[in-house]
């Protein structure tokens, strides 16, 4: 049994995923390969011969589980920095790329930093997409309910689905009060806000006006979001899963 010459795998060529995907099987065969090539020396060495038998035949199932989990679950992760750039911006509503040059984020914290630092808001960031078909409704609701709105984002040639995504962290009493606010405006749908670009990007964070691909299948309507966030009796962490799943089981 021969694998040839092996000439090696350039990192920085591969862009695309079906090249990381390609590049997956092929280390598959490589070590599979050797382990195969290597139990064949060890003839006088049976149970040594075995163990790498068995562990080429293990090798197989778990590469395939692992490139089945590449293509469903971090799908929009392996996607071509263009492709992958295009997603966050539908998710946020800017071009993440360019950070120097991101006008439509607008921080507005100057103006309530007085009220809010006693209340239960003092460490939770409201970001508002000013863009939404009822954004004047949206703000004048947040506004009577005492949430503070600290910064903007999106863009104005985006038309946004209303997704209320919500980060880690807040209480259960944060996010009643900011479904409350709203649950009577029509479309409202609420969503886990996952990570972008940097790793607990959106703790304590409530991005109203979020954008997401596939939004019916990766959210809840917000009656919905109610109810399980009153069927969590309290407890916030059993509502987060209940918004993780449904936004992971589409993914995968």
Sequence with gaps: MSLGKQEGIN???ITKPIQLLAAWLVGLIFVNGTFLITAQAFNSTEWLAAILVIASIINVPLFLVALFLLQTKFRPEIQEDHYYSQYIKDKLGRNVTD?????????ITEATEDNVDDSIWSKVKIMF????????EVRANLEKSGIPITEEFGGKHWIPEFVVAIGRYL?????????????NIPEVRVS????????????RTVLIGSYYYDVDEKSYPISKAMELLEASDG????????LFD????EDA
Excluded: G
Excluded at 235 to 242: C, I, L, T
Excluded at 246 to 249: I, P
């Design 171 to 183: 209480t259960y009493e944060q996010i009643s009060t900011i479904l409350e606010s709203i649950k």
């Design 235 to 242: 407890n916030v962490n059993a509502f987060y899963q209940e």
């Design 11 to 13: 990192a920085q060529a």
């Design 192 to 203: 886990f806000s996952d990570d972008d670009d940097e790793i607990y990007q959106w703790d």
């Design 99 to 107: 950070k120097s040059k991101s006008p439509e984020i607008v921080h």
């Design 246 to 249: 449904r936004q992971r089981d």
């Design 129 to 136: 997409n000013p863009h939404l078909k009822l954004s004047d």
